[in-house]
């Protein structure tokens, strides 16, 4: 009971930092209108040459990006289409360009900085608000060209939504400090605790206001002050 209580509170306030809002509309399984959503579905600028490492130490190469709302690598195939991991529990770790994101159970975590022990790591996820929806992926269709790990044509869980349905979605960006693949919510507590011999420096920043939990751009700066200090 009390692990149950402590991730309800984990993830009710992991949603006051930030968070928005909007609508789409779908046809044929694709978002014809939300420029919001359009904006935030992928978790890079562009589908980007990256490797992936897997849980068993193998490495992948291919342009990839990362979908928001289905936590889910996305490939492009050598036919130009897009494809999906089989199962992304498989994957460990994801770097494209200048980003590099870890997997944990739930999420993909950009690794935003790190002093080599502890990380700061933001999460962005997209929910639709009305709809469960489940195996909304479609058949598998492995293609040796990109990856030799199974991937499958990639549409996502709106293919099964009715034509012309308009549906509210949230958008959420989350920070949390990374350590041994764990996340933890980024409380005056835990930079206390990960950063014990700057305790002092901590709970200055957050004694004097210059620091809040809910601000997002306040704990990077923090952050990246305790790893240059």
Do not use: C, W
Not at 45 to 53: H, Y
Not at 140 to 155: A, G, L, P, R, T
Not at 182 to 195: D, E, I, W
């Amino acid at each position: 009971m009390k692990r149950v209580i402590a991730s309800l509170f984990f993830l009710i306030f992991s949603v006051l930092i930030f968070a928005q809002s909007g609508e789409i509309k779908v046809f044929d399984g694709k978002v014809v209108e939300g420029s919001l959503y359009m904006e935030k579905a992928f978790m890079l600028p562009q589908f980007t040459d990256g490797k992936v490492k897997l849980t068993n130490g193998e490495v992948f190469e291919g342009k990839v990006n990362i979908h928001a709302l289905t936590q889910s690598i996305r490939f492009i195939g050598d036919k130009g289409d897009t494809l999906a991991l089989d199962d992304d529990s498989i994957v460990s770790s994801v770097s494209a360009g200048n980003y590099f994101f870890i997997k944990d159970k739930r999420f993909y975590v950009q690794i935003l900085n790190t002093d080599g022990n502890v990380s700061l790591g933001l999460t962005r996820t997209i929910t639709l608000g009305s709809e469960v929806l489940e195996g909304a992926y479609g058949g598998k269709n492995e293609v040796s060209s990109i990856q030799k790990v199974n991937v499958h044509v990639s549409e996502n869980k709106l293919q099964h939504i009715k034509n012309g349905s308009v549906l509210r979605f949230d958008y959420r960006e989350n920070i949390y400090l990374v350590k041994d693949s764990r996340l933890y919510v980024p409380t005056k507590k835990n930079f206390v605790k990960f950063f014990p011999s700057k305790k002092d420096f901590v709970e200055e920043q957050f004694g004097s206001g210059k620091v809040s939990v809910s601000k997002e751009n306040e704990l990077i700066v923090l952050f990246n002050q305790l790893v240059s200090m």
